[in-house]
């Protein structure tokens, strides 16, 4: 059996503060800072055989923290990265709905947000597989029993609902929390996944 521990990064400002913030590279801020240090204060006696980090900054100070109760070199996924909003980054919500009002509407419209991509970005569907395709990249790499992956919202929430195969838009019904352990166990002989813990945050 292999446990998998999927680490959102700590917060940052555009976490707070109304921000599309997508896979624009930022740091975190005094807040996710501590974040960081709980999370890996946790996870110091914890045997970890390998870690895998999103290439952005917010993603890589977190997993800095959790590494230095460990002597591990973590490998650096650009595709862990979170979802490309695209114009929308970088943007206050307030904007986006001003600017983007008649796009919004139209994909309301269509009932299709899940295949639509944002202005200059991704779709969800494309983040999606684009999540899953690393994922399982890695699960097939790995041989060792515990797995740390340090990455974003978005990309969990694409794993839980891959493995749990409902409806994207029940997403919205459950959170992804910063610095919260999302567990997961991958029996290789069954080739099945199972959601062991979601958004634990008992250190925080």
Same mark, same amino acid.
């Given at each position: 059996?292999?446990? *998998?521990?999927?680490?959102?990064? !700590?917060?940052?400002? %555009?976490?707070? @503060? ?17 974040? %960081? ?6 996870? #110091? ?8 980090? @999103?290439?952005?900054? #917010?993603?890589?100070?977190?997993? $800095? ?15 862990? &990265?979170?979802? @490309?909003? !695209? ?16 796009? /919004? ?14 202005? !200059?970005?991704? @779709?969800? %569907?494309?983040?999606? +597989? ?7 990249? *890695? ?7 515990? /797995? ?6 978005? /990309?969990? +929430? %694409? ?20 610095? $919260? *352990? ?5 029996? +290789? &002989? ?5 959601? *062991? ?8």
């Amino acid at each position: 059996m292999m446990d *998998i521990y999927l680490i959102r990064h !700590g917060q940052t400002d %555009a976490n707070v @503060s109304g921000i599309y913030q997508g896979n624009m590279d930022v740091p975190l801020n005094a807040k996710g800072v501590k974040q %960081a240090e709980l999370i890996a204060w946790r996870l #110091r006696n914890m045997a970890i055989d390998n870690v895998y980090v @999103s290439s952005l900054k #917010r993603a890589m100070d977190t997993c $800095s923290a959790i590494l230095e109760y460990h002597d591990l070199t973590p490998v650096i996924e650009p595709d862990l &990265q979170e979802i @490309s909003l !695209g114009d929308w980054q970088g943007k206050s919500r307030a904007d986006v709905k001003n600017e983007y009002a008649d796009y /919004i509407e139209e994909r309301k419209a269509k009932d299709d947000a899940h295949t639509t991509p944002f202005p !200059g970005g991704e @779709s969800f %569907a494309n983040f999606e +597989k684009r999540a899953t395709n690393i994922f399982y990249d *890695i699960l097939e790499r790995q041989n060792g029993n515990n /797995i740390v992956i340090v990455t974003h919202g978005g /990309i969990i +929430k %694409a794993l839980v609902r891959h493995i749990l195969d409902f409806d994207p838009k029940k997403a919205r019904d459950y959170d992804v929390y910063n610095t $919260s *352990i999302t567990r997961l166990r991958y029996d +290789k &002989q069954k080739d099945r996944l199972k959601l *062991i813990t979601l958004n634990d945050v008992a250190h925080l």
